[in-house]
């Protein structure tokens, strides 16, 4: 199992209900061969960067999902077979989703020891201007 | 030094070689140390989806801005090509813009 995202564009002609029955019909795609859909988000109508068979606007909709390698095949094939979809993008997230995971615990461990370690160095060092305050003290009784 | 050196575009003055000292003394000045704002700003996830963050590397044509000029470090200039590209692929940043 893997976790993909899924950014697709379609005909921003199309009526509403048929892009809400559209994205249920690629749910069931995702469950049926036992994957789960943790995000199916539309993003409404958006104005293209370019013009995509002849449409100078799409409404872009983003799936989250987890699910096996063939799964994808199938979601890939739909989509494409499919009038409304006029574009779309899959991506394999999970690797990436676990590095960030990975930096962000790093740079939390490394706060928190920041935050416990600071007041640490301050009394060292504190300690450390008595010990160097009762240096010069010390030698200067051995040199009397 | 070197990088001073190679600097100014006195190259025809330079054979005399005698005040060469002169020149790149005459030729210095300052210029501002880049940082990555991805380093600076902890940005740790570079999203294809982050429009607004991408097209502040993108020139007015639609080109991705060298590391050189936008001062972003290797590692994170890699991954800000690859949302980039990801960003034209779904029609989010354009290929070749005109102005």
Redesign the interface.
């Known amino acids: 199992m893997r976790i993909y995202e899924e ?1 697709f ?1 379609m005909k921003p002609d199309t009526p509403e209900e048929e892009i809400d029955q559209f994205i249920e019909q690629m749910k069931t795609v995702v469950t049926a061969a036992s994957g789960s859909v943790d995000k199916a988000e539309k993003w409404g109508k958006r104005r ?3 013009r ?1 068979d002849k449409y100078r606007e ?1 409404v872009y909709v ?1 799936f989250q999902f987890n699910a096996a390698p063939e799964t994808v095949k199938e979601f890939e094939r739909r989509l494409r077979v499919s009038d409304l979809v006029i ?3 899959t ?1 394999r997230i999970d690797q ?1 989703l676990k590095r ?1 995971d990975k ?2 615990k790093e ?1 939390d461990k490394r706060a928190h020891r920041k935050a416990t370690a600071a007041p640490a160095p301050a009394q060292p060092s504190v300690s450390q201007q008595m010990l160097g305050g009762g240096a010069p003290g010390e030698p200067a009784p051995v040199a009397e | 030094m070197a990088e001073s050196r190679g600097r100014p575009g006195s190259a025809g003055q330079r054979p005399t070689g005698g005040d060469k000292a002169v020149a790149t003394q005459k030729k210095q000045y300052f210029r501002r140390k880049k940082v990555c704002r991805f380093c600076v700003e902890r940005i740790d996830d570079i999203n294809y989806k982050d429009v607004r963050l991408l097209s502040g590397f993108v020139a007015e044509r639609g080109k991705i801005v060298p590391r050189r000029i936008s001062g972003v470090c290797a590692p994170h200039q890699r991954r800000l090509s690859d949302a980039i590209k990801k960003a034209r692929n779904i029609a989010l940043l354009p290929f070749a813009a005109s102005i």
């Open positions: 950014l564009i293209l960067a370019y995509v799409g983003l574009k779309f993008l991506v990436t960030l930096r962000k740079r």
